[in-house]
């Protein structure tokens, strides 16, 4: 049983900065592919980047490459993202998942375990 908690969001002006946070109870945490998902209002949730479990991979969406950096410290079971260049389109409730095993690393129902969303709100 993994239990994730996401910290970071807020309130920011277009073309600013937010890092995201996601901190993983257990011992294994370097066992999981660790992927960040957002959803807006009265959208699908999405797939916005993903890293492995050694961190020697990490996968984005094209929405948001080169703007917005995925890392991890397994050490201190966290995952981050690094949003820059924020645009009034990246608002929305951001997830952090882990997954076990294999499998696309971009489809949602591959994830076994979601932390509870941090509110991300970028204004014009």
């Known amino acids: 049983q993994v239990q994730l908690v996401e910290s970071g969001g807020g309130l920011v002006q277009a073309g600013g900065s937010l890092r995201l946070s996601c901190v993983a109870s257990?011992?294994?945490?370097?066992?999981?592919?660790m992927g960040w998902f957002r959803q807006a209002p009265g959208k699908e949730r999405e797939f916005v980047a993903a890293?492995?479990?050694?961190?020697?991979?990490?996968y984005y969406a094209d929405s948001v490459k080169g703007r917005f950096t995925i890392s991890r410290d397994n050490a201190k079971n966290t995952v981050y993202l690094q949003m820059n260049s924020l645009k009034p389109e990246d608002t929305a409730v951001y997830y952090c998942?882990?997954?076990?095993?294999?499998?696309?690393?971009?489809?949602?129902?591959?994830?076994?375990?979601w932390g509870q969303g941090t509110q991300v709100t970028v204004s014009s």
């Open positions: 257990g011992r294994t945490f370097s066992s999981y592919v």
């Open positions: 890293i492995s479990r050694s961190a020697g991979t990490t």
């Open positions: 998942a882990a997954r076990y095993l294999g499998g696309d690393v971009y489809k949602t129902y591959e994830y076994d375990y």
